[in-house]
């Protein structure tokens, strides 16, 4: 009989350790400070946090960032 075999980890799990990782980028914590354990979860931490880093190189790149005061006015 097969046993009913759980990761430890489920879709809500890695979507949150993703989007914290994106924040965590956002703000400019370094990647080293990752707060999970467990490789699947620390990477989609990670790739949050890569994507972030992308998104924020292409807007200094382009101009289109949004710096504080353009957020203010």
């Known amino acids: 009989m097969a046993r009913d075999m759980k990761p430890g980890w489920g879709v809500e799990a890695l979507n949150k350790a993703y ?31 890569d994507d972030a880093g992308e998104v924020i190189l292409e807007e200094r790149a382009t101009g289109n960032g949004n710096d504080l005061l353009s957020w203010i006015a």
């Open 19 to 49: 989007r914290q990782g994106y924040l965590a980028a956002s703000v400019g914590m370094d990647k080293p400070r990752c707060p999970y354990r467990g490789d699947v979860v620390i990477a989609a931490w990670e790739a949050g946090w």
